[in-house]
């Protein structure tokens, strides 16, 4: 199991900008992969990015694919989620998520640790 710790959610408006931020508590060198996932209410959990610790490979969901980009920081086992020109169905809880093992792209189950979300609100 990996402890993970997000920050940086909050209130923007629409057209803005947030970085997301996902603290590890285990050393980067034994997970496999970290991603991000979202929540709106009423609504499942759904894929939003993710990245291959060694090789560095990401994969996004389509239809964020050219708004959000996710990175990695080797020096503080973290991984970042910046998001560009959000829009107000942007709003929901993100999640940060990891997993030692390869996985399937995008399906949150197969990931074993979780941490506890951070609302992310874009205003019309």
């Known amino acids: 199991q990996v402890q993970l710790v997000e920050s940086g959610g909050g209130l923007v408006q629409a057209g803005g900008s947030l970085r997301l931020s996902c603290a590890a508590s285990r050393r980067t060198f034994s997970i496999y992969v970290m991603g991000w996932f979202r929540q709106a209410p009423g609504k499942e959990r759904e894929f939003v990015a993710s990245?291959?610790?060694?090789?560095?490979?990401?994969y996004y969901a389509d239809s964020l694919k050219g708004r959000f980009t996710i990175s990695r920081g080797y020096a503080k086992d973290t991984v970042y989620l910046q998001m560009s020109s959000l829009k107000p169905e942007d709003t929901a809880v993100y999640y940060c998520?990891?997993?030692?093992?390869?996985?399937?792209?995008?399906?949150?189950?197969?990931?074993?640790?979780w941490g506890q979300g951070t609302q992310v609100t874009v205003s019309s």
């Open positions: 998520a990891a997993d030692t093992r390869r996985l399937r792209v995008g399906v949150p189950t197969d990931f074993g640790s």
């Open positions: 990245i291959n610790w060694s090789g560095g490979n990401t």
